[in-house]
C-alpha cells in the first residue's frame, strides 16, 4: 500500500501535533515494512526535531513559485501530486486535508485533535476562528473516515459539525515507552537538586496557556476533589 502523510507538523511542531505526527509516521514505518510512506512537507528537508524513517519518501515543493508560497502548496497542490504517486490512502494528521483530493479516487482519514477554538472561540484570533473553521470542516466533510482522539471530540464533530457518527473512529492515542522507562535514585537524585524538588510533585508536561486549564487542576486539588496518588 502507499500511504502519503501531511508532514508539515513532523518536522515542524515542538508541541503535542508534532509529536503525534513523529510517532505515527515512525510506528507504521516500523510495523509495516512492506507498505512505502510518502511525507507530503511544504519546508525544509533537514529537521532537527525529526529525521524521516527508512522506507519513507519526503516530497517538497518543486519549481520557484511553489518554494514561496509553500502554504500554498501543501494546500492546492498536494493532491494533484498524491494522485500522479498513485497513493492509496492519505492521511491528515491535523485537522486538514488537500483541497481537491475528494476528486481522486484516494482515501482520506483525518484527525481532529480538538475543536477547541469552537467551544472557547474567546481565546481565538477572529482570523484564526476563520481559518480553522473552513479547514476542519472541509476536512470532515471530505474525508473518508475521521479520527478522533478522544469520545469528548466524537461528540463535538456530531454537535457542532453534524458529522454522521458512522464516520468516525475514537481511537487513543498511544503512550511512548519511554514513559514506562524505571530510573534508579541515582538518575533521579540530580534532577530533584537541580530544580529543589520534593520526593513527591505533579508534573505537567505541555505549554502553560489558558485552555490547558491549570487553574482548574489546581483549584480541584485544593478543594481536595482531586486525589493524588
Known sequence: MRIGFDA?????NTAGLGN???STIAA???YYPDDRFFLFHPGKAKSALFSAPELTTVIRPKGFWWKIFRNAWRSFRVAGIAKNLKIDVYHGLSHELPQGIEKTSIKTIVTIHDLIYVRYPHLYQKADQIIYD???RNACEVATRIHAISEQTK???ISFFHVPEKKIKVI???INPLFFEELTEDQKMPVLKKYKLPKKFL???GTIEQRKNMV???EGMLMKKINIP
Open 172 to 174: 487513543y492515542q498511544a
Open 203 to 205: 508534573l505537567s508536561v
Open 134 to 136: 473552513f479547514k476542519f
Open 20 to 22: 503525534f505526527s513523529r
Open 216 to 218: 482548574g487542576l489546581l
Open 8 to 12: 508539515k507538523r513532523a518536522f515542524k
Open 28 to 30: 507504521l514505518a516500523n
Open 155 to 157: 461528540i463535538d464533530l
